[in-house]
């Protein structure tokens, strides 16, 4: 299993630019203390030899050599002792253990004596040698620093606009499509953040586009159906009495509803629905509505509030979460109203792991064990009403003896748009398990 290490751009470039700093710096030592090295001693040499001069016309007026100078020196290098052989003055450089150079040259005289002269570098050569490679070891290490920060400046910026691009495309994946990303991450200059803003926008368009024409073509087909099948409603309840009449009569009103709640999504997705508030007491209000829904239901009101809302979509909401309970669940169904949350529970096997992830999705049922009846159109409904309301409804199973929950989060304020709170699948804080108290609905 490899190990994958994270880290940010801003890190990454600080590095980088670090990294390619320290290799110009340490090559550019190299080759000044290397070239002012070979100066110094190539200086060195010169001296060496205009002293040997001085002492060569000394010794032929004196004969004695003076000024430092051996004659015959038997310490003399070999490759002296070879261009001495060669009738060639010569200068050599030999290292010592401590690199301290010593600096040697020579002169052949005319009755094949030597002449040589031995002398270590300079005190003042070396101290210049040690203070240039001080200068440059401070220089490089500044020029890493100097890297480092430039890296975190360029990379902050970026990282900056790379995330402000990361927040505005994740604001339009959970369906905010007026965002846009170029707009988001604004800035003066122009890289290729504004190039992956565009095209994020570009697809943001594209995609608005395809939505609203399948909105539309949605649309249309459901109202273009709606006569169809209300005529064969209709002519259904003109059939004679009998099963075969029964089975008609009931397909014809499934297909009907259908086609209902086919429009009503469409209009929900176009996000032009409004909400006619009024002054309720939520418990009393769930009470009587789950009443007529589901007389068998359990309503438990541990706390009356007085909400300002939508009755038609909240009764709305209430019974598609009634419904799904009954079609997907088992009893008993259990309803609990505590200030301005309402919960709705079954027993049955729980809500499948797709719609926990993902959301409630029309025209899916679910796994295996919730599948088979329905359109997958309730839930998706119930979640777009309770947008209009401005509401936060949740979904999760039970872990102690099972069952799906379904809570209805109402706004404190009512709303003044289609709501201002997205659908979510996210853990909310456990309800506690309240004694059977209230009424029975």
């Keep these: ?259 209902e709640d086919v429009l009503e999504v469409a209009r929900l997705d176009s996000a032009a629905e409004r909400a006619e508030l009024q002054e309720i007491a939520l418990g009393e209000f769930v009470s009587r509505r789950v009443a007529l829904v589901d007389p068998d239901a359990v309503v438990r009101v541990v706390h009356e509030s007085w909400v300002n809302t939508d009755p038609r979509r909240l009764e709305r909401i209430l019974g598609n979460l009634l419904g799904n309970a009954a079609k997907h669940g088992r009893a008993p169904f259990e309803v609990t109203v505590e200030g301005r949350v309402v919960r709705v529970r079954d027993h049955g096997p729980g809500f499948p792991e797709a719609l926990l992830k993902e959301g409630p999705s029309r025209f899916r049922t679910g796994s295996s064990d919730r599948a088979g009846r329905g359109h997958g159109l309730g839930l998706t409904i119930a979640a777009g009403q309770a947008r209009v309301l401005g509401a936060r409804l949740t979904f999760r199973n039970a872990h102690q003896d099972g069952g799906a929950i379904a809570v209805l989060w109402l706004p404190e304020h009512a709303p003044t748009t289609t709501g201002s709170f997205p659908v979510v699948q996210l853990p909310e804080p456990e309800l506690p398990e309240l004694p059977d108290v209230g009424s029975r609905a």
């Excluded at 994270?6 to 980088?16: F, L, M, N, Q």
């Excluded at 003066?188 to 594209?206: F, Q």
Aim: contains cysteine.
């Design 1 to 259: 299993m490899r190990l994958a290490l994270r880290t940010g751009v801003r890190w990454k470039i600080s590095i980088a630019i670090a990294a390619v700093g320290a290799l110009i710096a340490i090559a550019l030592s190299l080759v000044v203390h290397n070239s002012a090295r070979v100066s110094m001693l190539d200086n060195a040499r010169d001296v060496q030899v205009e002293r040997l001069e001085f002492a060569h016309r000394w010794y032929e007026s004196s004969r004695e050599p003076k000024f430092g100078t051996k004659l015959n020196d038997p310490a003399l290098p070999e490759e002296l002792k070879a261009s001495m052989a060669n009738g060639r003055r010569a200068t050599y450089v030999t290292e010592r253990h401590n690199g301290v150079p010593d600096v040697w040259a020579a002169a052949p005289l005319g009755n094949g004596d030597v002449l040589s002269l031995h002398t270590r570098f300079t005190d003042r050569s070396v101290t210049i040698m040690d203070e240039l490679d001080r200068a440059l070891v401070i220089g490089s290490v500044s020029v890493v620093f100097g890297g480092c920060a430039l890296g975190v400046l360029i990379g902050g910026q970026l990282s900056r606009r790379l995330r402000k691009a990361a927040t505005a495309a994740g604001k339009v994946a959970q369906g905010n499509t007026e965002v846009r990303v170029r707009d988001a991450i604004g800035g003066l200059v122009r890289d290729e953040t504004d190039e992956l803003a565009r095209a994020v926008d570009a697809m943001t368009d594209a995609l608005q586009e395809r939505l609203e024409a399948e909105r539309r073509v949605t649309a249309d087909i459901a109202h273009e159906l709606r006569t169809p099948v209300t005529g064969l409603l209709t002519a259904a309840e003109l059939l004679p009495p009998g099963r075969p009449s029964e089975l008609v009569r009931d397909r014809a009103q499934a297909m009907r509803t259908l086609v």
